[in-house]
């Protein structure tokens, strides 16, 4: 009879007992998912030999988002962001003086980010918000102008690689042990300068700050 009730006891206690699944020391996770960067996008003037008196716009992206986390402790990760490299359209800020449409060109970037993160629930929240800062390198390749716009005269398109912070506010929501489901979103720092030329002539932009707001949707795999 003893055996009998302490098994009922047992369960009882299982049944109605929080279910231990957050994140521990120790653990690694990778998570795949859908990344969108927003551009949050602001720049000095086109100057080609005069300033012509506006600047360029940068349309958003989305691309597949890939990260990669170790615990340092219960509360807290180190996180790596990796992504399929981001293709954003350069359009004029103002009617195109060439007459070759709103697009300019097209810029590809990498935005390898690094980020340390707090998780602010108990171990015993399937639930886990978490915040983080960190650090941004964002490597510019593949930087093109349309096809009119280079039948026009513009060649040699650059874009200065950019170093700069990150902060994200995020959330696992933790299925079990292994699996979890998570959002964030991350405000990055991305600060360039641009170089080109225009039949032979000098052209730039001095400042060219993208600072994209970027939503992540993604499934965790932790082990």
Known sequence: MKKVLACASLASCLAF???VVSHSKGDMLVRVGLSSAQPDDASSNIVVGTDLGFGLGVDG??????????????RMNIEVLASTPFKH??????PNPLGTGNQLGEVTHLPPTVTLNYYFSNTSSSFQPYAGIGINYTLFFDEKFTEANQAAGLA???LDNSLGLTAQLGFDYMLDKTW????SVRWIDIDSEA???LSGTPGRVDSINIDPLVYTISVGYSF
């Open 61 to 74: 992206n989305s691309q597949l988002g890939l990260n990669f986390a170790y615990f340092i402790s219960d």
């Open 156 to 158: 040699d398109l650059s």
């Open 89 to 94: 359209d350069v359009n004029f800020a103002a």
């Open 17 to 19: 007992s929080p279910l």
């Open 195 to 197: 170089s080109f030329n």
């Open 180 to 183: 979890s489901v998570n959002g």
